[in-house]
């Protein structure tokens, strides 16, 4: 009497088992069937391309150096400049991220306030680097190109690799004088997060420099010298893909 009892049971058990999983695959294949193929993209798909945060110096009412002889602020020759590395980094598919892309500070509260923001900006982004672009003033007689990163800074050594990518690209594309790379731990550098540098394109205060920094084929030049040194450090790092470096087109 049991056997029956358990052959009944078994029988039963395997219609249901089988019963179940052709009601999962009904399941599954309608749901299958009503997914919409291309309209909605894959969520929340992580941009892998490698990134970077431009900072052009200064902003609204911190006008950084007033050029001696045209009077032309920092601050305007600073966002020419980043805007031509801005838009040829984009060029070799590399994401950018702008402190800012008009004439403002990033925080108008306080100048302090304003270069902790532009710090951290990276941070909160990921980026992979940051690079602040300003010019220079000391006095009549000094000329040429620098560039700063920090002791303090996270990551200092790779910090000084990136210093060193740009200054080369600078001085080549430039024909500036080389006066080199520096430690020295300014706010947008030490609290930074990532690999960081402070490029002093040239001498606002020297009458030829300034004249040159002021004219838009100058600033294509510079821009596009320190997105080189950027892509000279990217592909020493790994971090270039080898179809972020074919695909130029994808902005
Ligand atoms: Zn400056």
């Known amino acids: 009497m049991k056997s029956i009892f358990r052959t009944a049971f078994i029988f039963m058990l395997t219609i249901l088992m089988v019963a ?27 941009d892998t391309r490698p990134a970077v945060v431009i900072d052009p110096g200064h902003g609204g009412e911190e006008t950084g150096a007033i050029g001696w002889h045209t009077g032309v602020p920092e601050k305007q020759i600073t966002l020419a400049i980043a805007g031509y590395c801005r838009d040829y980094l984009r060029q070799q598919n590399i994401r950018v991220i702008m402190t800012r892309s008009s004439d403002r500070m990033m925080n108008a509260e306080s100048k302090d306030h304003d270069l902790h923001d532009r710090a951290q900006l990276a941070d909160k ?8 672009i300003h010019a220079d003033q000391y006095d009549e007689t000094v000329h040429g190109s620098k560039v700063f990163y920090s002791e303090i800074n996270p990551y200092t050594d790779q910090s000084q690799e990136l210093a060193g ?24 550098l030490r609290e930074n997060s990532v690999p960081a540098i402070l ?17 838009p084929s100058y600033q294509k030049k510079a821009g596009m010298a320190i997105a080189k040194g950027i892509m000279a450090y990217l592909k020493h790092e790994g971090l270039l893909k080898p179809e972020s470096e074919k695909s130029k087109d994808v902005h």
């Open 125 to 132: 982004v990921e980026a992979d680097l940051f690079v602040s």
């Open 165 to 188: 990518y740009v200054f080369d690209e600078l001085i080549g594309e430039l024909g500036s004088r080389p006066l080199g790379v520096f430690m020295e731990d300014f706010i947008v």
């Open 199 to 215: 490029v002093e394109t040239g001498f606002v205060s020297h009458r030829e420099e300034e004249q040159k920094l002021i004219t």
């Open 20 to 46: 179940c999983s052709h009601t999962d695959h009904q399941a599954e294949q309608t749901m299958t069937d009503h997914r919409p193929e291309q309209d909605v993209p894959p969520p929340s798909v992580k």
